[in-house]
Antibody
């Protein structure tokens, strides 16, 4: 069974850094894209970016490029989403999801449970 | 970026009804269109990929259609568990983009 398990909720102050994680299991981690999706309170889904663990090829939405960093550690089948200086507007639920190749054909088929990030002074 | 225009934004229906949600892409997306259901407090769930391919375990009352820039999700014979918010997603060209969502109330 393909499964993604995300790290727990985080509460941070503005300006702090944060890295949340998404660990895959039940499949060849290197061969499936992993995407990150933001959902602000009461709002819709926003695609942030995607990474291919096999070669770390990464694509960002222009809305998020420069604001976050997506990375992977293949040795532990884990993808990361990182901020260097959080803002209150980063308060949201963040989901990771797999996407099987070929590129885009299957959409995002398995989702993590989500990580709540709260940024408040 | 490819824009996805989803309608309606909300929909109220009764058990047993047939409902249709549409998505229009701002340019052709080669049928790389998927549909998701999100129940409050839960992660989104993939229902249909590549326009019309039903995911394993998804009831056959869900179906997808369309081509080019116009796509639709149809639910026949609505059931109580079908409430929630539905999103379309184009995964043809990055950045992938979601529709605004359709809140389905039963």
């Amino acid at each position: 069974e393909v499964r993604l398990v995300q790290s727990g909720a985080a509460v941070k102050r503005p300006g702090e850094s944060l890295r949340i994680s998404c660990q895959g299991s039940g499949y060849n981690f290197n061969n499936y894209w992993i995407a990150w999706v933001r959902q602000m309170p009461g709002k819709g889904l926003e695609w942030m970016g995607i990474i291919f663990p096999g070669d770390s090829d990464t694509k960002y939405s222009p809305s998020f490029e420069g604001q976050v960093t997506i990375s992977v550690d293949k040795s532990i089948s884990t993808a990361y989403l990182q901020w260097r200086g959080l803002e209150a507007s980063d308060t949201a639920m963040y989901y990771c999801a797999t996407s099987r190749p070929p590129w885009g054909y299957y959409g995002m088929d398995v989702w993590g449970q989500g990580t709540t990030v709260t940024v408040s002074s | 970026d490819i824009q996805m225009t989803q309608s309606p934004s909300s929909l109220s229906a009764s058990i047993g009804d047939r409902v249709t949600i549409t998505c229009r892409a701002s340019q052709t997306i080669n049928n790389y269109l998927s549909w998701y259901q999100q129940i409050p407090g839960r992660a989104p769930k993939l229902l249909i990929c590549s326009t019309s391919n039903l995911q394993s375990g998804v009831p056959p009352r869900f179906s997808g259609s369309g081509s080019g820039t116009d796509f639709a999700l149809t639910i026949t014979s609505l059931q109580p568990e079908d409430f929630g918010t539905y999103y379309c997603l184009q995964s043809y060209s990055p950045p992938w983009t979601f529709g605004q969502g359709t809140r389905l109330e039963i």
